[in-house]
């Protein structure tokens, strides 16, 4: 559903090591184990450390014949940081919807809240789909690290809180079937 925009504009393989390093900025990583978790060739990795080092946004520690990485700190970092969390929250909703999707009896997905690490979300359709929805919530959490909570309605239900104009239902929509 989603279109990640900075896998359109930058080399997966550096997303992937750059991901690595975001998901514990203390963790200091020797080459051979950047290849490895990201699961990039290592003379790659070599390349693309050698030009993350070069912007600043890692750095390079020498100790004997050993280079160790580690995340830098500052502005430039903080910034790319912030981006990539939006981008892996908007993934995480976009998954949610595109599994959802699958669930005929769904109409309508209704985003509600949403803050670092969570978004709360309305589910709304003809058929009871508790079990099915938990599941896939419990696997997006499970893989991302990022907690979607829900609350189900039917299509009357949902016409009718849409008929009391209590609330604003419509600004918020994440997926509506045709």
Not at 125 to 141: H, K, L, Q, S, V
Not at 153 to 171: I, P
């Amino acid at each position: 559903m989603g279109i990640n925009v900075l896998t359109g504009l930058l080399d997966e393989k550096i997303i992937k090591i750059i991901s690595l390093f975001m998901k514990d900025p203390n963790k200091k990583l020797y080459l051979s184990e950047i290849a490895r978790l990201s699961n990039v060739n290592t003379a790659t990795t070599f390349r693309i450390l050698n030009k993350l080092v070069k912007e600043r946004l890692v750095y390079a520690t020498v100790i004997g014949k050993v280079r160790i990485y580690q995340l830098s700190r500052g502005e430039r970092v903080d910034s790319l940081t912030k981006l990539l969390k939006k981008e892996e929250d908007n993934d995480a909703l976009d998954e949610f919807c595109d599994k959802v999707e699958i669930l005929n009896g769904i109409r309508i997905v209704l985003l509600d809240s949403k803050t670092n690490n969570n978004a709360k979300v309305i589910v709304v359709g003809e058929y009871a789909y508790r079990e099915r929805i938990e599941r896939i919530c419990n696997d997006i959490f499970n893989q991302k690290k990022f907690q979607i909570k829900f609350v189900e309605l039917t299509c009357r239900q949902y016409d009718g809180l849409k008929g009391l104009n209590t609330f604003n239902l419509d600004k918020k929509i994440l997926f509506k079937r045709n």
